[in-house]
Nanobody
Framework: VQLVESGGGLVLPGGSLRLSCAAS????????MSWHRQAPGKERELVAT????????NYADSVKGRFSISRDNAKNTVSLQMNSLKPDDTAVYYC????????????WGQGTQVTVSS
């Protein structure tokens, strides 16, 4: 099983980034997917979730209206489009997968660094 994130980097405040997560080794289309982030000295927080079919999405209040999660079940990928980035968005971003009936996440990626700074 692998979840491999990509697309992180350094961006100016107000800029955009698109993160991608490539999944392999499990039946991607039946898993709910999510993005989380962890800033230095802070706990990991949930950023966005998307259901197995892509029909339901949810966002943390801090990113609503700026971030958009999507998935492509044919390509086993989940993405996070991040617009209007702020310095407070600086963190390591992780994708994760869980089955619809699991209270916890089954699989995690290794993370990708996003730094928003001038």
């Amino acid at each position: 099983v692998q979840l491999v994130e990509s697309g992180g980097g350094l961006v100016l405040p107000g800029g955009s980034l698109r993160l991608s997560c490539a999944a392999s080794g499990f039946t991607f289309s039946i898993y709910h997917m999510s993005w989380h982030r962890q800033a230095p000295g802070k706990e990991r927080e949930l950023v966005a979730t998307i259901s197995s079919t892509g029909g339901t999405t949810n966002y943390a209040d801090s990113v609503k209206g700026r971030f958009s999660i999507s998935r492509d079940n044919a390509k086993n990928t989940v993405s996070l489009q991040m617009n209007s980035l702020k310095p407070d968005d600086t963190a390591v971003y992780y994708c994760a997968a869980r089955t619809p009936y699991s209270p916890r996440y089954n699989y995690w990626g290794q993370g990708t660094q996003v730094t928003v700074s001038s």
